[in-house]
């Protein structure tokens, strides 16, 4: 499975835009790039996927670089309930498993 | 959708006792997923089934770990002769089917094993 590296935490002020980086340098070209984040005492939730182009929803946004080398996920304006950990996960076609890392831990300040 | 519901929440067992768990993924979901997850750690995957097989089981599954699927809908989750290694978050999460291989997961609020 390829792998993925996230910084450990990250902090944001409250109201202001967060990016969260991924870097994926052994991607493949049908892998695609899933974000899932994690709050306290609670199992991980799905936030957004995507494979080469920007995706968007309600939740956040998914900035994929042109060599698909690296994304980045965007909360556009951070709350207090996005304090969580959130996890890149590579998802390789051909099979259903969902591999995690350790994830980076969002601190959002008040 | 009532979502992935697993009970017990909460589970304190002596070392060599056997604890099972049980996982209600949401009815229209065929695809069920265990994971185990330690403090700081992200959840490892364990198991997963389609409809009521189990089609990939982690090499770092011990024998003593087993998890069926009857009827492909509930799923159990036993631990025989329980370590104190075994204490974590157990983790459910199912996904529809189909022919995609990028259904998102959605997780139930795990298990919490403690062996003493």
């Known amino acids: 499975d390829a792998k993925t590296t996230q910084p450990n935490s990250m902090e944001s002020n409250e109201e202001e835009p967060v990016h969260l980086p991924c870097n994926h340098s052994?991607?493949?070209?049908?892998?695609?790039i899933h974000w899932y984040r994690q709050l306290p005492s609670q199992g991980p939730e799905y936030v957004i996927h995507g494979l080469t182009s920007n995706v968007n929803n309600r939740m956040a946004s998914l900035a994929i670089a042109e060599d698909r080398k690296s994304s980045t996920l965007i909360l556009h304006r951070a709350t207090l309930r996005d304090a969580a950990v959130y996890y890149c996960i590579l998802k390789s076609s051909g099979t259903y498993k969902y591999i995690f890392g350790t994830g980076t831990r969002l601190k959002v300040l008040a | 959708d009532t979502g992935v519901s697993q009970d017990p929440r909460h589970k304190i067992t002596k070392r060599g006792q056997n604890v099972t768990f049980r996982c209600d993924p949401i009815?229209?979901?065929?695809?069920l997923y265990w994971y185990r997850q330690t403090l700081g750690q992200g959840p490892e995957f364990l198991t997963y089934?389609?409809?009521?097989?189990?089609?990939?089981k982690s090499r770092l599954l011990s024998d003593r770990f087993s998890a069926e699927r009857p009827k492909g809908s509930f799923s159990t989750l036993e631990i025989q002769r329980t370590e104190q290694g075994d204490s974590a978050m157990y983790l459910c999460?199912?996904?529809?089917?189909?022919?995609?291989?990028?259904?998102?997961?959605?997780f139930g609020n795990g298990t919490r094993l403690t062996v003493t």
């Open positions: 999460a199912s996904s529809q089917g189909g022919s995609s291989y990028n259904s998102p997961l959605h």
């Open positions: 089934f389609q409809n009521e097989a189990q089609l990939e």
């Open positions: 009815s229209e979901h065929n695809r």
């Open positions: 052994t991607i493949s070209g049908t892998d695609y």
